[in-house]
């Protein structure tokens, strides 16, 4: 079988990512997987292409659909592992990344799909090939044997979801649908005005998807109670894989207590500063803390829209001493600050799973977090962790000052949160589980 994936993850232009080298594992388990990735033509990815066995992106090499712009030292290619292959959209306008899709997907299923054309249709050569899309009305294409063929999955049920419906009722190939956000959450909708969209949207497509994946069993919970009449048994569950045993094998190299030596207790916060991830609550409770903890340290790791705001929010509050902002930093890194802080915070408004938290408590570091993603799931509130409501300011400073306060309840935490990372699937394991969640 061949998978067809729709996304926007561009991590996968990043040689020896985490998403990068996950789809290589990925590629163990199909015949050939294509990814097709959403990216503006000015984000400045350049596509260096080699040819390769698969034809289809022998032909894509000789066309111009990648951005040449770019420094060649850092060049990505097409083809990231024997047989994975990305592509980017290159769209100029957000309207227009449908057709793009549409016409990279097309060639895709040509040249993988067994198909049978009308008598009318000339015989083809690989130069006409190119022209396939423009001549397109002129031609009706048949695919037989597409559930052996090939399948497609997108990566959220919004703008991913209805390319890959559009191409389902276009050439009748089973449509999978992933989901890494809780987008039935009321704090999703209430965000903003094009979430409302997607959230009509979502609802829509997911009734049309052969399969569903979830990474929760929060977002399969929020599935069948707001959506009655979807078919449960179309839903899987399985949750972002996290490498926990390379967390485990990574020495530390910075210790976040000798960086900030002014600090007795730190929290720390590994998170994109983006308006769902609320880390507003997190300073607005630093304000209060910091009161009876004058020497109680927030690292806050990550950078996005929020930033500046959030910056604005410490100076109002007069925590210069008390915050500090990193950017995001290499993944030796994050795992030593995991390692060397004494708790970790996460104040999301809604989360699909929460994979940082996975990480934190892979580490041993005790977490507070509201109750989003795979709280309750995976984090028990009073025995490997703390879980509080979503937007209660007092509940974090709380829960914060008792675990300063009690270094017994932070080691059983600490214990606790070890014992269950142990208990989730390795590998090997993972793999199995992602290859059955296409078995629809």
């Not at 999955?153 to 209805?162: I, N, R, T, V």
Request: glycine share 6%; with cysteine.
């Amino acid at each position: 079988m061949k998978l067809l994936v729709i996304g926007s993850d561009r991590n996968l232009f990043k040689k020896n990512s985490d998403t990068w080298n996950r789809y290589l594992d990925y590629g163990k388990l199909f015949e050939e997987i294509h990814v097709i990735v959403f990216n503006k033509r000015d984000t400045n990815i350049r596509m260096h292409v080699h040819p390769v066995k698969c034809c289809f992106t022998t032909i894509l090499s000789k066309t111009k659909l990648f951005n040449r712009a770019g420094d060649t030292n850092n060049t990505n290619e097409t083809q990231i592992g024997s047989n994975v292959f990305v592509y980017p959209t290159n769209h100029i306008f957000k309207i227009f990344y449908l057709w793009n899709v549409y016409r990279i997907a097309k060639r895709i299923i040509k040249i993988n799909c067994h198909c049978e054309e009308s008598a009318t249709r000339q015989s083809q050569n690989s130069n006409r090939l190119l022209h396939f899309v423009r001549n397109d009305r002129k031609r009706k294409l048949k695919i037989k044997n597409y559930r052996d063929e090939l399948v497609v999955s997108s990566q959220d049920p919004f703008e991913s979801g209805l390319a890959g419906w559009m191409l389902k009722k276009i050439y009748k190939i089973p449509l999978q649908i992933q989901i890494h956000t809780d987008f039935l959450s009321p704090y999703f909708w209430k965000e903003s005005f094009i979430n409302k969209l997607r959230v009509i949207l979502a609802k829509f497509l997911i009734f049309h998807a052969d399969g569903i994946r979830v990474v929760s069993e929060r977002i399969k919970k929020s599935l069948v109670v707001g959506c009655r009449s979807l078919v449960v048994d179309r839903i899987v569950v399985l949750p972002i894989f996290v490498d926990t045993q390379s967390i485990k094998n990574t020495p530390i190299n910075v210790n976040l207590h000798s960086k900030y030596p002014q600090y007795d207790s730190i929290i720390l916060m590994a998170s994109r500063l983006t308006k769902e991830k609320n880390i507003g609550l997190a300073i607005e409770a630093m304000a209060e803390l910091a009161k009876k903890y004058p020497k109680l340290g927030l690292v806050i790791v990550g950078s996005g829209s929020e930033l500046e705001s959030c910056k604005l929010s410490v100076v109002g509050y007069g925590l210069e001493n008390n915050v500090k902002f990193e950017p995001a930093v290499d993944h030796d890194t994050l795992f030593s600050y995991y390692k060397t802080a004494d708790l970790f915070l996460l104040t999301s408004n809604y989360e699909g799973y929460g994979r940082s938290v996975i990480e934190a408590m892979t580490a041993g570091l005790p977490v507070v977090m509201t109750d989003v993603g795979l709280a309750r799931e995976i984090v028990i509130n009073g025995e490997n962790g703390v879980v509080v409501p979503v937007g209660d300011t007092k509940a974090i400073v709380d829960s914060i000052g008792s675990l300063i306060d009690d270094r017994g309840k932070r080691d059983r935490f600490s214990n606790n949160a070890r014992k269950t990372i142990e208990s989730l699937s390795n590998r090997s394991d993972y793999l199995e589980s992602y290859k059955k969640s296409f078995d629809f």
